[in-house]
T-cell receptor, first 109, second 114 residues
Framework: QKEVEQDPGPLSVPEGAIVSLNCTYS??????FMWYRQYSRKGPELLMY????GNKEDGRFTAQVDKSSKYISLFIRDSQPSDSATYLC?????????FGAGTILRVKS | DVKVTQSSRYLVKRTGEKVFLECVQD?????MFWYRQDPGLGLRLIYF???????EKGDIPEGYSVSREKKERFSLILESASTNQTSMYLC?????????????FGSGTRLTVV
């Protein structure tokens, strides 16, 4: 079992839709959770990070962590074609980042 | 604008060749990392370095080695390239004290071994 599980998609939605991206994890020791966005032919860029259970909002993006069920989510409101990218959940553990497989998101205009 | 620069965007090498992937960062970060990214598997850590001449194995070090002679440069070496090393290779750096969120990634090197 991978430490962080993420459905690779692809997920295709119309412009303006609400997008829900999800990951589950197995290790209760994981404390911080990040979402990275990776455009084609680019490296991952940090989008959001959270520490505690609950929601964190940044513009159209909301990160949600439920430590009791080991479930993390990223919601994108009013999705735009420019949001088309691969979204990776990640958590630091020791000296490394542990990544999910990444979900490919396509927002159609 | 802070940067992690990988010297090649695309590389095509033959089986058995020795391959060098170079990474340079201009942020004076202590820690540097090499990941490979494959569809459905996400990013997996190959090696990391926490100081000059220091290195530690990651999750998938077999077939790879690294070199860090200067703080800003971290090289990944494929001693004898094989087709199963065809992948996207990503370099990253972070400050020693920002373990959670201080990572900066390069744009990647897409290596094809034929």
């Amino acid at each position: 079992q991978k430490e962080v599980e993420q459905d690779p998609g692809p997920l295709s939605v119309p412009e303006g839709a609400i997008v829900s991206l999800n990951c589950t994890y197995s290790n209760s020791a994981f404390q911080y959770f990040m979402w990275y966005r990776q455009y084609s032919r680019k490296g991952p860029e940090l989008l959001m990070y959270t520490y505690s259970s609950g929601n964190k909002e940044d513009g159209r993006f909301t990160a949600q962590v439920d430590k009791s069920s080991k479930y993390i989510s990223l919601f994108i409101r009013d999705s735009q074609p420019s949001d088309s990218a691969t979204y990776l959940c990640a958590t630091p553990y020791g000296n490394k980042l542990v990544f999910g497989a990444g979900t490919i998101l396509r927002v159609k205009s | 604008d802070v940067k992690v620069t990988q010297s090649s965007r695309y590389l095509v090498k033959r089986t058995g060749e020795k391959v060098f992937l170079e990474c340079v960062q201009d942020m004076d970060h202590e820690n540097m990392f090499w990941y490979r990214q494959d569809p459905g598997l996400g990013l997996r850590l190959i090696y990391f370095s926490y100081d000059v001449k220091m290195k530690e194995k990651g999750d998938i070090p077999e077939g790879y080695s690294v070199s860090r002679e200067k703080k800003e440069r971290f090289s990944l070496i494929l001693e004898s390239a094989s087709t199963n090393q065809t992948s996207m290779y990503l370099c990253a750096s972070r400050p020693r004290r920002q373990q959670a969120y201080g990572y900066t990634f390069g744009s990647g090197t897409r290596l094809t071994v034929v």
